[in-house]
């Protein structure tokens, strides 16, 4: 039983994206393409939803937005979100393949500019908060200690990236 409803699940979520942008407007019979968007496994350490009017398939040339959220207990000040053409995984090597990162805006929201293709995202070094906590105070730790020494040898602290 539940392989027939998980059977049925994957036909509704192939057909439902497909038939929405098939009966779009414009008088044109030709449907647009769709774009997937998958997003990363579920995760005990993050959530990523859809910005609110979003889904995780969009007209080719559309725009997609996304919010990263850390789950209690872990903290995104050090994460990377990134994303990949999907097609071009099979039989690719993981360095190889071309990844573009993207950053949140003011109001934390992703946005993934004119999708073209079908796209795969990944938020990597999600890290414990506590971690994060010791590593910003590791790293202003170290920017005194730069600032110090800018001062006794006249160089610029803020050209040194930390």
């Known amino acids: 039983m539940k ?6 699940l994957a036909l509704v979520m192939i057909a439902v994206p497909m038939s929405v942008f098939a009966a779009a407007e414009g008088g ?3 449907p647009d393409k769709v774009c997937r968007i998958t997003p990363p496994a579920e995760s005990y ?3 990523l939803e859809p910005v609110e009017g979003y889904e995780y ?7 997609f937005q996304f919010t990263v959220k850390p789950k209690d207990g872990y903290s995104l ?8 053409a999907t ?3 099979e039989g690719v090597a993981g360095d190889e393949i071309l990844q573009t990162p993207v950053e949140p805006d003011e109001d934390g929201v992703y946005t993934i500019d004119r999708v073209t293709t079908d796209i795969t995202i990944v938020v990597s070094q999600v890290t414990e908060a506590r971690q994060a906590n ?14 110090v020494l800018g001062k006794l040898f006249g160089f610029d602290v803020d050209a040194v990236n930390l």
Not at 57 to 63: A, F, H, L, N
């Open 3 to 8: 392989k027939v409803i998980s059977v049925l």
């Open 28 to 30: 044109d019979d030709t």
């Open 45 to 47: 350490m993050f959530t």
């Open 57 to 63: 398939y969009v007209r080719e040339g559309d725009d």
């Open 77 to 84: 000040e050090f994460a990377v979100v990134y994303y990949f």
């Open 87 to 89: 097609d071009i995984l």
């Open 134 to 147: 010791l590593f910003s105070n590791i790293r202003y730790l170290l920017h005194l200690i730069f600032a």
